[in-house]
């Protein structure tokens, strides 16, 4: 069996490098000796067949009022698939515009694709930070955050986890969850500093496909160099 992984808008919403996020998906499937198929998908492709792993990242304000209307034309295709269980993450700007509305100037509120059941506010000040750690189910989610939102989830809607140091959402939480698609503020790339999270949306894809993802010792040794670099913002965190 073959794991198809989909990225969103690779050419405008990878300002983080969050196009690590595929390749992290890929290399460790591929580790586990299953076969990858990695798509790209930006303005005048053709969205494919359906995939078993979304990913999206983010992007400037100008580069989310431009991509609107292009996340409108898929918004249908987005919203079934996530029904279906496809896997989504989204980072940054990817999330705003999975959501239903960003509000990105005084004047200006555009539509989000209605994945994730948030709004988002988009004129805060810039939040900035380098240590950026999130506290849930997968422990210690440890990266960067970088964007100027507030984030409201709706009634009902669970997130990520809570922010031990950062903003996040903007209420001490992070993230949004809703099936097999998460939103986060995470970036680093998300996925190259937490290979636990990694791993949780690997069995959430390999499951649909009827493959085993079984790890090794060089999975092993990967995240060994991944410890080393979390080290370095844990070691920033707040005592």
């Known amino acids: 069996m073959t794991v198809s992984i989909l990225e969103l808008f690779s050419n405008d919403l990878a300002l983080n490098g969050d196009t690590g996020n595929r ?4 290399h460790r499937l591929e580790l586990a000796g299953i076969e990858v198929e990695q798509r790209t998908y930006n303005p005048g492709d053709t969205l494919g067949i359906l995939p078993d792993i979304v990913v999206v990242g983010t992007g400037s304000s100008s580069a989310q009022r431009a991509l609107a209307p292009e996340f409108a034309q898929i918004a249908e295709q987005l919203r079934e698939w996530a029904k279906a269980g496809v896997v989504f993450l989204a ?14 100037d005084a004047d200006t509120v555009i539509e989000g694709a209605g994945v994730f059941d948030v709004t988002v506010d988009a004129t805060a000040a810039r939040i900035v930070t380098e240590a950026f750690g999130i506290d849930g189910q997968f422990g210690l989610l440890i990266g960067t955050e970088n964007h100027s939102a507030v984030t409201t989830l709706a009634q009902g809607m669970a997130p990520i986890g809570a922010v031990r140091n950062g903003f996040g959402n903007g209420d001490g939480l992070e993230g949004a969850v809703v099936g097999n698609a998460y939103g986060t503020h995470l970036h680093g790339p998300a996925l190259v500093l937490n290979p636990v999270f990694a791993d949780h949306l690997i069995s959430l894809a390999v499951a649909r496909t009827g493959d085993n993802y079984i790890k090794n010792d060089k999975h092993d040794e ?3 160099t991944i410890d080393l670099a979390r ?7 707040p005592r």
Request: glycine share 14%.
């Open 231 to 237: 080290e370095i913002l844990i070691g920033k965190l």
């Open 23 to 26: 390749r992290a998906l890929a």
């Open 222 to 224: 990967l995240d060994q």
């Open 91 to 104: 980072a940054g700007a990817g999330f705003h515009l999975l959501g239903k509305t960003i509000k990105l």
